[in-house]
């Protein structure tokens, strides 16, 4: 039995051929996946999230995950209000708790109550990765997996978004596995894991060499 907090991928391929990846997370531990775009970096986090099934080997999570992917605003209900998005991760969205759970997040992610009660489809698209950065966060899970997650949100905004995704994070001693083109957001991990394709493995990587790469433009999104 896994450990609450853990991941664990046996011999996982994300396409036929090669050795697998294995690797373990423990409990609190915070991850950064790095690499080239179709290296298997979005890939393997939707194993561990469970959304993927690999074509091989074995994924297990000790726990409830908070799961921002990369097409994020997909994951998101455009008919809603952004406080109904956030507060779908509840099991008691309509309670008194739930509304102020909700607001804790929003306020500590910088999202202002007037966008809260707005639907979906008439905010940016940087509000909306908030909501679903927010959604993910907003009962503390003790696995928390993001894909470019500052991605959309204004490059001035992002420092602010970071060291707050990373209070909350570290405050409720979850996991957390990123992944990122972003050297900054470095800054959030314990350990760097470099994603290398054909076949996809996983090696360590040393945050100096990472943080000497020109790093990728603002937005850009991966493809993996």
Known sequence: ??????????????????????????????????????????????????????????????????????????????????????????????????????????RRLGLGPDALERPMRALSGGQQQLVAIARALVDARPIVLLDEPFAAIDAGARPEVRAAVGALVAGRRATLVIVTHDAADLALADRVLSVRARPTRVEVARREAVLAEEPAPPGAAEHA
């Open 1 to 106: 039995m896994i450990a609450t907090g853990a991941i664990a991928l046996a011999g996982v391929r994300v396409t036929e051929g090669g050795d697998g990846v294995s690797l373990t997370i423990a409990p609190g531990e915070r991850v950064a996946l790095v690499g080239p775009n179709g290296a298997g970096k979005t890939s393997l986090l939707r194993i561990m999230a469970g959304v993927l099934v690999p074509a091989a080997g074995r994924a297990s999570a000790g726990g409830p995950i908070g799961y921002v992917p990369q097409a994020y605003a997909a994951s998101l209900l455009p008919w809603w209000r952004a406080r109904a998005n956030v507060a779908l991760a509840l099991r008691d969205r309509r309670s008194s708790a739930a509304t102020r759970a909700v607001d804790d997040v929003a």
